[in-house]
């Protein structure tokens, strides 16, 4: 996906501005379909996300998600799931040529939180005696970290959306891990992490709901 910056000089006059379309513009991120794959654990999830221009080049952002373990070894059994949601904004730095510009190379923010369970109901340890089965139980914990976000969105087909972005992240809070740090915390990576990265790939869709002509696009 190629997208060409254009400089800008901050915000334009209100009588300069092209009219926008409203709408609202809804998410999946694909990559959650490839966590089987990549990781080491067998984790799998689903991410969707919502959200539309308020005001020239803003866009709040509200991303939910969920992701679960289930790992299964001849010397342990490792169990996790949980929910999670962003809420922020990004912004988007390419300055619109004309009504129907939608391309979009965006920097953003977000503060997440996270709430869920895990549990080791089996585990091989190795002691003096020699192998011996222990376990822990299923314990509820919580998570909130923050996100910086670069990105860009390309509109690929009226109202279809790809769209990249790679995340910088950083724990602020969690609640006690005591006998076991989380593999992964859903939604934000690695429990055992102060940092963590992460890279999203998503498909959009734009539901319009004001300012459409006949083509689905802002009239003037």
């Known amino acids: 996906m190629l997208v060409t910056l254009s400089v800008f000089a901050g915000e334009p006059d209100d009588d300069d501005l092209p009219r926008r379309q409203i709408y609202v513009r809804l998410g999946c991120d694909l990559s959650r379909f490839a966590l089987p794959l990549i990781g080491d654990v067998g984790s799998h999830g689903l991410e969707f996300s919502v959200d539309g221009e308020v005001h020239y080049n803003w866009f709040p952002i509200v991303e939910v998600g969920t992701q679960w373990i289930n790992h299964n070894t001849d010397s342990l059994l490792y169990k996790m799931n949980g929910t999670y949601a962003r ?86 809070v969690h609640t006690s891990y005591e006998n076991m740090t989380p593999y992964i915390v859903p939604g934000f990576g690695k429990g055992f992490y102060q940092f963590n990265g992460g890279f999203t790939y998503s498909i959009m869709y734009a539901i319009p709901i004001r300012g459409a002509g006949s083509d689905g696009y802002a009239v003037e």
Not at 110 to 123: I, Q
Not at 130 to 144: D, K, P, Y
């Open 87 to 172: 809420i922020g904004f990004d912004y988007n730095v390419l300055k619109y040529q004309h009504r129907l510009d939608r391309d979009a190379f965006y920097i953003g923010m977000r503060v997440a939180h996270s709430s869920f369970s895990h549990e080791l109901p089996d585990v091989v340890l190795q002691g003096t005696q020699g192998e011996v089965r222990s376990a822990i139980g299923s314990r509820s914990l919580n998570a909130t970290w923050g996100e910086a976000v670069v990105g860009a969105k390309a509109e690929v087909f009226k109202n279809l959306y790809l769209g990249v972005a790679a995340r910088a992240k950083v724990m602020f």
